[in-house]
Every structure is written in structure tokens, then in C-alpha cells.
């Protein structure tokens, strides 16, 4: 399967814990990008990355949250001190960009995350 | 600011009918869309897509309108296939609509 791949697919932590995720985008594609879903919600942009470059970043995000891509190959996503607002799904996705072209996004299947 | 707005959360047609999801912009400057498809469990996939250079983009039975002077583009399902329900969300660029839950019924 060469789609994008996320681990864990879920994760149960306890208020105030680390929770690191891991995204594998598909390896020609030089756009990465991670969002949060809630219930009854669309994807809500976090941050972006052009190659290992990290090109924006949600003004909503938390200073808990910090994303890397050190490689540009797959990036991470950690939140420090988790609270129970930040449950959610976390999609990450995966495109080719160049220039003006537009394209569509690859999503992964979501990374689950339960606070409790 | 939320600046793609899907102001149904659901919709459900009978097999065989026309689907119509809606969109909302509050961008001009915006150039670009997609409809992404999205099922349970799964992450969202393309659905189509319509430059701002046209009014209409056509694929088999999917069909996307663009009213720039509006703000409004809509989403046609024709026919209608059970196989289609899903959520499906509007989009521009990073930006996602909340979603419209479409049921189609047998």
C-alpha cells in the first residue's frame, strides 16, 4: 500500500501526558500536512510542511503542539501536557505541489486520540 | 474565521434521484475547490474539483457548479447510489467546510 499511513491509529492517554503521532506520506509528495477533526466538524488546519520546511502554522494551534518533518519524508506530531478538550481525530495529508498547480490532498486514516 | 461554510449537516435521497450539496464562500479571492468524500473509519478522498475559470466541472456522475458572483458552489449527485452515502466536505485548499452527512436510500 503506497497511501499515507498514520500510527497509532488510536491512543488513550491521561490528562497531562505526552502523545506523539507518526505520519508516513506518499514518498513523491513534498506537501505534508496535519489537521483535527472533531465530531460533527471538518478537518481543522494545524500546520503544513514544503519538504522539511514548516510553512505555517495555524494561529489556533497550541504551543503544546509541535510538528516535525526533519527529513521531509514522514513528520511527527507531539502534544505536551494533553487535556481533554484536545480528543480528537488528527489526519494527516500528503499532495505534490509546484508552482500554481492545484491538486488534491491524500488523507491517512486518522490518528484517534482519547484524553481522559 | 470559518470561510467555506456547508450549512446542512445532512441530506437524504432515494436511490435513483438527484443529490444536491451546498457550499459557501466568503473568499473572492479563493480560485480553487474540491469535494472531498469521506467515509466512517476512513480519511477523506477527492472527489472533484472546479477551477474559478469555469462554472461547471463534469466527472460521470458528479457534477460541480460554480456561481462566483454568489460565492456558492454545489455538489450534483446523479443518480443517486446507496453506495454514496457518506459525508462529503467542501474545500479550498487547507480550508474545509463542516460537512454534509448524504444518505441514500435504497
Known amino acids: 500500500d503506497t497511501g499515507v499511513s498514520q500510527d497509532p491509529r488510536h491512543k488513550i492517554t491521561k490528562r497531562g501526558q505526552n502523545v506523539t503521532f507518526r505520519c508516513d506520506p506518499i514518498?513523491?509528495?513534498?506537501?505534508l500536512y496535519w489537521y483535527r477533526q472533531t465530531l460533527g466538524q471538518g478537518p481543522e488546519f494545524l500546520t503544513y510542511?514544503?519538504?522539511?520546511?514548516?510553512?505555517?502554522k495555524s494561529r489556533l494551534l497550541s504551543d503544546r503542539f509541535s510538528a516535525e518533518r526533519p527529513k521531509g519524508s514522514f513528520s511527527t506530531l507531539e502534544i505536551q501536557r494533553t487535556e481533554q478538550g484536545d480528543s480528537a481525530m488528527y489526519l494527516c495529508?500528503?499532495?505534490?505541489?509546484?508552482?500554481?498547480?492545484?491538486?488534491?490532498?491524500?488523507f491517512g486514516p486518522g490518528t484517534r486520540l482519547t484524553v481522559l | 474565521d470559518q470561510q467555506v461554510k456547508q450549512n446542512s449537516p445532512s441530506l437524504s435521497v432515494q436511490e435513483g434521484r438527484i443529490s444536491i450539496l451546498n457550499c459557501d464562500y466568503t473568499?473572492?479571492?479563493?480560485?480553487?475547490f474540491l469535494w472531498y468524500k469521506k467515509y466512517p473509519a476512513e480519511g477523506p478522498t477527492f472527489l472533484i474539483s472546479?477551477?474559478?475559470?469555469?462554472d461547471k466541472n463534469e466527472d460521470g456522475r458528479f457534477t460541480v457548479f460554480l456561481n462566483k458572483s454568489a460565492k456558492h458552489l454545489s455538489l450534483h449527485i446523479v443518480p443517486s447510489q446507496p453506495g454514496d452515502s457518506a459525508v462529503y466536505f467542501c474545500?479550498?485548499?487547507?480550508?474545509f467546510g463542516a460537512g454534509t452527512r448524504l444518505t441514500v436510500k435504497p
Open positions: 514518498s513523491e509528495h513534498n506537501r
Open positions: 474545500a479550498n485548499d487547507m480550508r
Open positions: 495529508a500528503s499532495r505534490w505541489s509546484s508552482g500554481g498547480v492545484h491538486n488534491e490532498q491524500f
Open positions: 472546479i477551477s474559478s475559470i469555469k
Open positions: 473568499n473572492s479571492m479563493f480560485d480553487y
Open positions: 510542511f514544503q519538504n522539511e520546511a514548516q510553512l505555517e
